[in-house]
């Protein structure tokens, strides 16, 4: 069982940025992905990083938004810049054992999730 907890969301106009910090229990060598789910929406994925450090991103963040992680510290990130209005959403890191490449930015591809934090963005 791999437990997560996000922190680092709140309000910020549009052009800022925030980071969100997403603390997870020690796994060795688990795929992580930061999701956003905006009211009467779906779920999608917006920043995937493998076992391998590679990364993945949707096109529509591709450029402002960056995932990192520090396996120290156990703790997945989420850099985002020159925010808009259309990213506001829950934001949820989940986690997966082992992910396949073309599965990095779908939920069903993950079992552990975290409770999301809220981010939101003015104009």
């Known amino acids: 069982q791999v437990q997560l907890e996000e922190s680092g969301g709140g309000s910020v106009q549009a052009g800022g940025s925030l980071r969100l910090s997403c603390a997870y229990s020690?796994?060795?060598?688990?795929?992580f992905g930061w999701f956003r789910q905006a009211p009467g929406k779906e779920r999608e994925g917006v920043a995937a990083?493998?076992?391998?450090?590679?990364?993945s991103y949707a096109d529509s963040v591709k450029g402002r938004f960056t995932i990192s992680k520090d396996n120290a510290k156990n703790t997945l990130y989420l850099r985002m810049d020159s925010l808009k209005p259309e990213d506001t959403a829950m934001y949820y890191c989940?986690?997966?054992?082992?992910?396949?490449?073309?599965?990095?930015?779908?939920?069903?591809?993950?079992?552990?999730w975290g409770q999301g934090t809220q981010v939101t963005v003015s104009s």
């Open positions: 989940a986690a997966e054992f082992a992910v396949a490449t073309m599965s990095r930015l779908r939920s069903s591809a993950y079992r552990y």
């Open positions: 990083i493998d076992r391998d450090g590679s990364t």
């Open positions: 020690a796994v060795v060598r688990y795929s």
